[in-house]
C-alpha cells in the first residue's frame, strides 16, 4: 500500500519574501500597541495633573512637559484687534475653529494664546465668524496649560500670512506669530475654562474619544492576525508531495 506523504520544501525567496513582510507585520502590531500605551499615559496625565494646585503664568515660564494639563491663571487684559482662528476643529461633526485670542500679560510685554474654544465655520471660507471680548482692561483669566505641535511645517500657509484679522491658521507658529504680534510670545496656549467668560464652546480633551487607546489596541490586533494568517498560508503553499514509499504488510 502506497501512503502519500507532504514535506516543507519552501524556496529561498519565498522565505525571505515571507518572512520580511512577518516582521513588518508584528513590528506594526507592536508599534500600535505602543500608541496605545502613549495615549494611556496621556490620559492619565490629564485625569491627575488639574488636581494640582493651579500656577501663574508669567513671561519667564519654562514650557516643562510636566506642565502639560497643569491648572494655571494669568492677569492680563484681551487684544481682540488680533486674534487667530485654529483651523479644521470639529464638534459634533460639524466643522468649525478653535478662537486664539492674545492675552498681554500685566506688567509686562509677554503675551500668551487663550484658547477660547469652538466656534462653526461659515457657509464659505471667506466667512469668517463673529469674535466678540466683553472683559475689559486687565483681568484675571484661568485655564489648563497645553503645549501645541513642536513641528511647524503645515501646507497652506497663504492665510496665516494674509494681511488683515482674524488670521486662519492650520497650526500655531511660535517663529510667526509673535512677529505677527510684535511681542514675546509664551510657547504654550492657555485652554480657557469652563467657568470663564467670554468663551464658546469648550469640550477640552487630550485625544478625540475616537481615537483613544482601544482603537490603537484594535489595530494591533489586526496586524497580528495579518502576520498569523501569512505564516498559515505559507505553510501550505510550501508544503510539496514527497517521495513515496512502498510499505509492506
Known sequence: MRAGRRALRPGLWPSLIVAALLMLLIGLGFWQ??????????LEEYENRPLQAAIRLDADLEPRPELRYRQAWVRG?????RQ????????????????????????????????????????????????????????????????PPADPFSLGEGE??????????????FELQPRQ??????????????DQP?????????????????????????????ALALVILFYWAVRRPADDETDRE
Open 198 to 226: 467670554d468663551g464658546f464652546v469648550r469640550r477640552w480633551a487630550p485625544i478625540p474619544e475616537q481615537f483613544g487607546p482601544a482603537r490603537h489596541v484594535g489595530y494591533a490586533v489586526q496586524w497580528f492576525a495579518l
Open 84 to 147: 487667530f482662528l485654529l483651523d479644521n476643529r470639529v464638534h459634533q461633526g460639524r466643522a468649525g475653529y478653535h478662537v486664539l485670542t492674545p492675552l498681554r500679560l500685566a506688567h509686562s510685554d509677554a503675551v500668551v494664546l487663550v484658547n477660547r474654544g469652538w466656534v462653526p465655520q461659515g457657509r464659505t471660507r471667506a466667512d469668517l465668524p463673529p469674535l466678540p471680548v466683553e472683559s475689559e482692561g486687565v483681568i484675571t483669566v484661568e485655564g489648563m496649560i497645553d503645549f
Open 77 to 81: 487684559s484681551y487684544d481682540p484687534a
Open 181 to 194: 504680534l510684535d511681542a514675546h510670545l509664551l510657547p504654550l496656549v492657555l485652554l480657557l475654562g469652563p
Open 33 to 42: 500597541l505602543d500608541r496605545a500605551e502613549q495615549k494611556r499615559v496621556l
Open 160 to 173: 496665516a500670512r494674509a494681511p488683515g484679522w482674524p488670521k486662519v491658521l492650520q497650526q500655531i507658529d
